[in-house]
Each structure stands twice: as structure tokens, then as C-alpha cells.
């Protein structure tokens, strides 16, 4: 999937993360001593913090229609969504909803992580709605 936007680069704490999107695969940080699962830009925790596989999907807490570029690379794709989405793990991730469905985002809607792979930069996760 391509998503128009601005390349995104990986620093050396998320390069897990994004090396996995390419390969479209979730992974999140999750501490080997409490078990406690945390978002991608979290580094420490009670214990060391392995980058394990996660489910993939979630359920939407909030969203915004963005109707203004933040960068001129998101130009030709107004207007979208970009939401919050508590992943089934417990941690929160802001992805942008892409898709033309018909289904109308509500609080609480099922949201499936997939991958958008650009030409330039770093491959990430975006979601789409689940439906009902």
C-alpha cells in the first residue's frame, strides 16, 4: 500500500519497529521482567525490553479529518484521517486511517494495523476499520 506523506527515517531505538513494518509485521517493545507491553518510542522500563510480535489490531479511542497540510508531501491527500488506536496489547498508536470504506469511524470501532510501503523512507503502520 502507498500512502502519500513525507518519507519517515528510523533512529537507532525504533529501527526494530520499522524493520518489521517492511516486512508486515507489528512488533512492540514488551519488558522482560513485568511483562508490561509498551508503545514503539519507549526505551526503558523494570527490565530489559524485547521488540515482540503484536496482534495487528486494536480499537479506535479518538480521530481528527485533517483538512490543512502539515507537510507539503500531504498535499494530494487531503482530506484524511489520523487516529489513536489502543492496540489489544494495552499500548496506544497514532496511525492514519486509510481506505475507502464506507464505515464512519465511532469511538470503541475495530481497527486492523496494516502497512504502507512508500518509495522513499521507512515502511509503518496505518489502520483501516474493521467495520460495525
Known amino acids: 500500500m502507498t500512502v ?8 537507532a531505538a525504533t529501527a ?3 524493520a518489521a513494518a517492511a516486512q508486515d509485521r507489528l512488533v512492540l517493545p514488551r519488558c522482560t521482567s513485568c511483562g508490561a507491553w509498551h508503545p514503539p518510542d ?8 524485547d521488540w515482540v510480535v503484536a496482534a495487528g489490531h486494536g480499537h479506535l479511542v479518538s ?9 507539503p508531501a500531504f498535499a494530494d ?14 499500548p496506544w ?6 481506505g475507502a470504506d464506507p464505515v464512519e469511524p465511532t469511538t470503541g470501532s475495530a481497527v486492523r494495523i496494516v ?12 489502520g483501516t476499520l474493521e467495520g460495525p
Not at 491527500?77 to 494495552?90: D, K, N, S, Y
Open 4 to 11: 502519500p506523506g513525507p518519507a519517515i527515517e528510523a533512529d
Open 16 to 18: 526494530p519497529f520499522f
Open 42 to 49: 519507549v526505551e526503558t522500563c523494570c527490565g530489559a525490553l
Open 63 to 71: 480521530w481528527a479529518v485533517v483538512h490543512a497540510a502539515p507537510h
Open 77 to 90: 491527500a487531503l482530506p484524511f484521517r489520523t487516529a489513536l488506536v489502543e492496540l489489544v496489547e494495552g
Open 93 to 98: 498508536l497514532q496511525v492514519r486511517l486509510t
Open 115 to 126: 502497512f504502507a510501503h512508500p518509495a522513499e523512507g521507512a515502511s509503518y503502520p496505518v
